[in-house]
C-alpha cells in the first residue's frame, strides 16, 4: 500500500513520477527514460549493472524487467542477451560473462554498497576496460537505479515498475 496519498483510480508508480512533486518528479522521470534511451553501453554491460541494483534492491519487478523487451531504444540489441545471462547476474564465476561485464556488475555492487571499496586497483581495471564517457555513463545510469528503484520501495509504489514515461496519463498501467 503507498506511503502517500494516491488519487482514485490513478497508478501509484504514475502519480509518484508525474503527479506528486512534478517539479522534481518530472525531470527525474525523463532523466530515467534517458538512461534507457540514451546509454552508450552495450545492452549486457548495461543489463548487468541493471540486474545487479534489482538484485541488491530486492525488487522482484525489476528482476523481471529486460531491457531489450521492455525499453524499445534496447530492442535492436535483443539477440545479444539471454535468460541464462541474468540467472547468473551477481556470479562472478559465470564463464559467460566478458570482463566488461563482471566489472559493470561489480561496479553497480559497490556503488550500491560500499562506494568506498573503490580503490586504485579497482579503478586501474576499470580504466583498462572502459572509456571516461562509458564510466561516466555506467555511474549515472547505476545512479539512478539506486535512487529511483530505493524510492518506488520506500514509498510502496512498485507494483508496477516500469520506466515512467513523462506525460503519460496518471491512470492505468
Known sequence: ????????????LMHVWT???PGLSIPAAQFSAAVYEKSVLPLREFEAARIRIAQI???Q?????????????????ADSIDEEFYNHVGDASWEGFSERELLAADFAERFARDHL????????????SFTDTEIVDLGLCVG???????LNQVLD???GCRV???GAPLTGG
Open 61 to 77: 519487478l525489476c528482476l523481471g524487467w529486460r531491457s531489450a523487451r521492455d525499453a524499445p531504444a534496447r530492442a535492436a540489441e
Open 1 to 12: 500500500m503507498p506511503r502517500i496519498s494516491v488519487p482514485e483510480g490513478s497508478d501509484p
Open 157 to 159: 509504489v512498485d507494483g
Open 164 to 166: 515512467p514515461i513523462p
Open 57 to 59: 534492491n530486492e525488487c
Open 117 to 128: 571499496s573503490m580503490d586504485d586497483s579497482f579503478w586501474s581495471r576499470m580504466r583498462a
Open 19 to 21: 503527479g506528486a512533486a
Open 144 to 150: 539512478m537505479w539506486v535512487s529511483q528503484g530505493r
